[in-house]
């Protein structure tokens, strides 16, 4: 399936026109596939139910109150940050592989910059609702309202939604460079890091030798200033900027790879993959 493009005015280095063009095209395909709304509206109550039931039993029982109810749900809720915006994105382009329709896009005007953002926010409106859902199976069946967090959560899913970027531009190269059969790092990759970031537990729990890589994390430390925030402290700025430290280091190298594994597409002519 292809968009016309029509000309228009580019500004900071987009051509909106062509941005847009893109996020159309991913609106076609959510559209018109019913089974696409599953990781959108179904799996995040899916997941709300499995963690808030676990929380609600471990209160019960009169368990640690990190292991309670709020502690659960606010963890499951930031962890769909992390996976809608990995998994947004990173479906986003493998559509492309999965209808052949890769090198349509290769001889169209796009650049590798006007398609990203396409797919970077078409991926937002997913995450949105996704998010949405989360909020709202938590309070219809738990009573339990994730925005009493308050504004500390807005630097909180900034920092942890870079982070799912950021992991989608690793998956977009591997598939650029190894095929289709890369594709099941899209979720590999991810619940490697929300295992070590520590989601609904801290670092400390972790093995000894695994600590080192999770401390270097950005993630990790955002879902330290989650917890610290849910205990009723002020937000730990020093832990977001912690993570913001690991993504300036994070974000520029991932985009030099996709840079890098794109040309190498190229220049081996992979695209033959997909035609």
Avoid at 7 to 15: E, R
Avoid at 106 to 112: G, H
Avoid at 226 to 243: C, F, I, K, N, Q
């Amino acid at each position: 399936m292809t968009v016309a493009l029509q000309p228009s005015s580019t500004t900071l280095g987009f051509d909106w026109q062509r941005v847009r063009a893109v996020m159309r095209r991913q609106g076609y395909v959510q559209k018109r596939g019913w089974h696409r709304w599953f990781d959108v509206l179904v799996w995040p109550v899916v997941d709300t139910v499995i963690w808030g039931s676990i929380g609600a039993f471990v209160h019960q029982q009169g368990g640690a109150i990190r292991s309670g109810l709020p502690y659960m749900l606010s963890g499951i809720l930031l962890m769909h940050v992390l996976y809608q915006s990995n998994i947004a994105v990173s479906t986003g382009f493998m559509e492309e592989t999965w209808s052949r329709n890769l090198l349509n896009f290769m001889v169209t005007p796009i650049r590798e910059r006007e398609y990203m953002a396409g797919i970077v926010l078409f991926g937002l409106v997913k995450l949105t609702l996704g998010l949405a859902m989360v909020s709202l199976a938590a309070f219809v069946l738990y009573a339990f309202n994730l925005l009493s967090i308050g504004w500390p959560l807005i630097p909180i899913v900034a920092v942890l939604m870079l982070v799912g970027w950021c992991m989608s531009l690793y998956v977009i190269s591997f598939v650029l460079r190894f095929g289709n059969g890369a594709e099941i790092l899209a979720w590999g990759v991810l619940f490697i890091v929300v295992a070590l970031s520590g989601v609904f537990y801290p670092v400390k729990a972790l093995p000894g030798a695994l600590r080192p890589i999770a401390q270097v994390l950005p993630s990790t430390h955002a879902f330290i200033a989650a917890r610290t925030v849910l205990d009723g402290r002020s937000l730990p700025w020093h832990e977001l900027g912690y993570s913001a430290i690991g993504l300036l280091v994070l974000i520029p190298l991932a985009l030099l790879y996709l840079r890098h594994m794109l040309r190498v597409f190229k220049t081996r002519g992979y695209i033959t993959r997909y035609t």
